[in-house]
Every structure is written in structure tokens, then in C-alpha cells.
């Protein structure tokens, strides 16, 4: 597989406490860094999952190239956490 600039694979040990299955990821500007991971369980596949995570990435890299700041789009990117 080529190599997907600031998207990383991570296949966990199924079993363990580790079994994170997904992509991750992470883009870094100006000493602040942007993580986010997407989970082969939560798109239902390795694919879905890789796609999710390419159109985040991409969404983003557009929107700092037309000058939006790096540290807006973070916050507006950050996954929204289920409140119980």
C-alpha cells in the first residue's frame, strides 16, 4: 500500500486491552497538532473508515490553503464527545 500523507494504520492485538483496528489522523502546524482517529468498527470497515478520515483530511488542507486558521479548524473539526 502507498504511503497516505499524515494518515497512519494502527491493527491491534485482538484480545487485548490494545485492540484499536483503524486510521489515525494527525496533522501538525505551528506547535499545535490535530488527532483524530477513525475506527474500523465505528465505519463499519477498513475502507469506510480510511475514506472518513481522507475526507476530514482533505476538508481541512483546503480550508488552510483558502488562509483559515489552523486552530479554528481544529475546533471545529474535533469530534463531538456523546454526553451520557
Known sequence: M???RYITR???Q???RK???GWRLCITRQKETYVRYFTDIEY???DKSLAA???IRDAMLAEMKAGASFSELCEQYRKKR???
Open 2 to 4: 502507498e504511503k497516505i
Open 10 to 12: 494502527y491493527n491491534g
Open 14 to 16: 485482538k484480545g487485548t
Open 19 to 21: 485492540s484499536f483496528c
Open 44 to 46: 463499519e470497515s477498513s
Open 53 to 55: 478520515a481522507l475526507e
Open 82 to 84: 456523546k454526553r451520557a
